[in-house]
């Protein structure tokens, strides 16, 4: 469902909807079969120059994973009727992970889920409302920590940036603790085998900016080996 000037044949389509989105239906499923089969597509273009791209999204997705979308295409703004939204200060690569979100795209090609490409989907998220699509996003990015090569502090801090500086201390909550946690977990605490920073890496987050973020980390404690997605999912959203 990700076109860029193309137009889909919505008819034949085979994406799925998420199962998150499933459940928030709350519908038996030959209602939900009808409603999405039936869904108007609405388009969606986001950035600008050459970096925009235009996407082609059901309706009944849309407003059912992001309040945004559902007042949007349910109020007395030009949007209701035309279906046509344009987003302009947001990144494309953001919104084609919330798009592939949607038609749960599992086993195909995806868009980048690395740190980066995280914290800027979970701003958009925030911004869309749309707090289910947050909570995988976050355990993206913890994936992402856990599967890849150490992070380099340069890497980790631009993520920080840009979640304590374009979201509300309330909203990027979840995704902040997450960074502290991993952040922490590489200090040289017993408890975890992360490979430690480097005294050059420690010296950039003791120079940076974030202060607020450093003293997160040195008062963090860790929740026993810092392992396993799960884990630390359930530890983030303080579940038992």
């Not at 289910?132 to 502090?153: C, G, I, Q, T, Y």
């Amino acid at each position: 469902m990700i076109a860029s000037d193309i137009k889909p044949q919505l008819e034949n389509t085979r994406l799925r909807p998420s199962s998150v989105v499933l459940s928030m239906a709350n519908k038996d499923d030959s209602a939900l079969k009808s409603d999405f089969l039936l869904s108007p597509a609405v388009t969606v273009t986001v950035g600008t120059g050459n970096d925009k791209k235009t996407f082609y999204v059901h309706e009944c997705l849309l407003k059912n994973a992001s309040q945004y979308f559902k007042t949007a295409l349910q109020s007395k703004f030009s949007e209701a009727g035309t279906k046509v939204f344009r987003l302009d200060e947001d990144d494309p690569v953001a919104f084609q992970l919330f798009v592939e979100y949607l038609y749960n795209f599992e086993g195909e090609k995806r868009g980048s889920r690395s740190l980066i490409s995280c914290a800027d989907a979970f701003v958009l998220g925030c911004k869309l409302v749309a707090p289910a699509f947050n909570r995988k996003v976050v355990e993206w990015a913890a994936e992402d920590m856990l599967n890849r090569s150490p992070l380099l502090m340069k890497t980790l801090l631009q993520a920080v940036g840009i979640i304590c500086n374009r979201t509300s201390e309330t909203d990027g909550k979840s995704m902040k603790k997450l960074l502290v946690m991993y952040c922490a977990s590489r200090l040289g605490s017993p408890k975890t085998k992360r490979k430690p920073w480097t005294k050059a890496q420690r010296l950039i987050l003791v120079k940076s900016r974030q202060q607020e973020f450093l003293a997160d980390v040195l008062g963090h404690d860790l929740p026993g080996k810092l392992s396993g997605k799960k884990r630390i999912i359930k530890s983030i959203f303080q579940e038992k």
